[in-house]
């Protein structure tokens, strides 16, 4: 893998819809970094409150402005991914922020290792901060590397959000998010790990998830289960056998966080208990 500059230009995509509440927070905290070399790429997908009119009250020349049509996650964060000109893209939810030093920390993980990718801890709005020092960790070699896949066990490896990738790796293999219901953050990481030998795991909390906004805003069906046997069936057909179980674990994890969410918009009559039955009795 070709070496990055010193200091390499990074995208910053920001998928925007009907965010008039967090978005100014998201925006400045992106705005705010220690590290400056970074264009920030707010992708406005047919918001229908005051979204744009918040991102536009921010007069920064690192800002770019996508209006398009709502279209979705995925399809927002395709588009930013086309008008990147950075030599590593990140992203971030316009509900959640970043640490002030977020940038500078993971872009040095990148550089002097010469990673494909960079992986942060999470810290949730109402979880206890990480006290330990915190730990740099290499893997390789990684879907034969038990560590590494212990480690999404975890969780940290789903989400976009809290990694930086290579933009000429996600180009040459034309590599985008899929119009699924859920999932669609994993799916994307796992045929990005297919061209990875070096993914770089500092366990510094850095990227802050807003649990207290977070909500779910999909409507119960088939396809979310289908994803996790899909999923499965993607990771099982990338693993030796003896790493079965853990990728099985791993899956189990995900489809018990999913069953969670339902259970509290059930409690916030976000769905009702019928539909949510009648699915996961299939």
Not at 13 to 23: C, D, G, L, Q, S
Not at 37 to 56: M, P, R
Not at 201 to 208: A, G, M
Not at 217 to 239: I, P, Q
Request: glycine fraction near 4%; charge should be neutral; hydrophobic fraction near 40%.
């Amino acid at each position: 893998m070709e070496k990055l500059p010193e200091h390499p230009l990074v995208s910053i995509i920001m998928p925007a819809y009907n965010a008039e509440k967090t978005i100014e927070r998201a925006i400045n905290s992106v705005l705010c970094q220690s590290y400056h070399n970074f264009e920030l790429i707010v992708v406005n997908d047919g918001s229908a409150d005051q979204t744009q009119t918040k991102i536009e009250k921010i007069q920064d020349k690192r800002i770019i402005i996508y209006n398009q049509d709502n279209k979705g996650l995925s399809a927002a964060r395709n588009t930013g991914m086309e008008r990147a000109r950075g030599d590593i893209v990140g992203f971030i939810d316009s509900d959640d922020w970043y640490d002030k030093n977020y940038l500078s920390q993971m872009v040095r993980c990148m550089v002097l290792n010469n990673a494909e990718v960079v992986v942060c801890g999470i810290a949730g709005i109402n979880s206890e901060k990480i006290t330990k020092a915190p730990n740099e960790i290499v893997f390789e070699r990684l879907w034969e590397n038990s560590e590494f896949i212990a480690t999404m066990q975890t969780g940290v490896m789903n989400s976009v959000c809290n990694k930086l990738y290579r933009v000429e790796l996600i180009r040459r293999h034309n590599l985008s998010f899929k119009n699924f219901s859920i999932l669609e953050d994993f799916y994307f990481n796992v045929h990005y790990f297919d061209f990875t030998n070096h993914v770089v795991y500092t366990t510094i909390q850095l990227y802050h998830y807003d649990t207290s906004s977070s909500v779910l805003t999909t409507k119960v069906s088939e396809d979310m289960l289908e994803n996790y046997v899909h999923l499965h069936a993607l990771l099982l057909g990338r693993l030796p056998i003896t790493l079965f179980p853990v990728a099985s674990q791993c899956i189990y994890h995900q489809y018990l966080s999913l069953f969670l969410k339902y259970a509290k918009a059930i409690e916030r009559r976000k769905e009702s208990k019928k539909d949510v039955v009648r699915i996961y009795a299939k």
